[in-house]
């Protein structure tokens, strides 16, 4: 009986020796939310290039260490709600950074939109931000907006005032 469960042990470790042996493809099952998926090197290796498309895409970020930019807006802007539009600049003084600069505007008055205000392009210095007034929404005030400029880990909060007339 001893003789029998140790072949049946040796037979055991032998085969799991062999399926773990270099060069030899072994197919792996991954559970998935339809059911169970055959997995081998092949697949794994289009998941690698998968992965490295999505980091290509990063690239577009300047990772220099010396890279910077210095985002300006008009400290005062003046807009008549009558006229119901307007437009300002944002401009980037740019240093070793090439790619686009990212814009997220918070403060804007009720019934303002900013139009064209997301990004400034890779090798640009300025975009032109439009300004549209919903005369019946808004309201005539001073308002403190926030301007978030961002490029990969760089990052520069500036801060403008809106003047409704």
Do not use: W
Not at 66 to 80: G, H, N, R, S
Not at 134 to 151: C, I, R
């Amino acid at each position: 009986m001893k003789k029998v469960i140790g072949l049946v042990v040796l037979g055991c470790a032998v085969m799991v020796g062999f399926g773990s042996i270099a060069g030899c493809p072994k197919k792996e099952t991954k559970k998935t939310d339809t059911g169970t998926a055959a997995s081998n090197k092949e697949t794994d290796r289009k998941e690698t290039d998968t992965k490295k498309e999505t980091d290509t895409r990063k690239e577009n970020v300047d990772t220099r260490k010396d890279a910077k930019f210095v985002i300006t807006v008009p400290a005062e802007y003046d807009l008549e709600i009558a006229k119901g539009k307007g437009s300002f600049d944002v401009k980037a003084v740019r240093e070793n950074l090439t790619g686009e600069i990212k814009l997220t505007f918070t403060g804007v008055p009720k019934g303002a939109k900013f139009i064209r205000s997301e990004v400034i392009p890779a090798g640009k210095d300025s975009i032109t931000v439009d300004v549209e007034l919903d005369k019946g929404e808004a309201k005539a005030g001073t308002y403190d907006v926030n301007l978030l400029a961002t490029h990969g880990e760089l990052k520069q909060d500036v801060k403008m005032k809106v003047k409704l007339k």
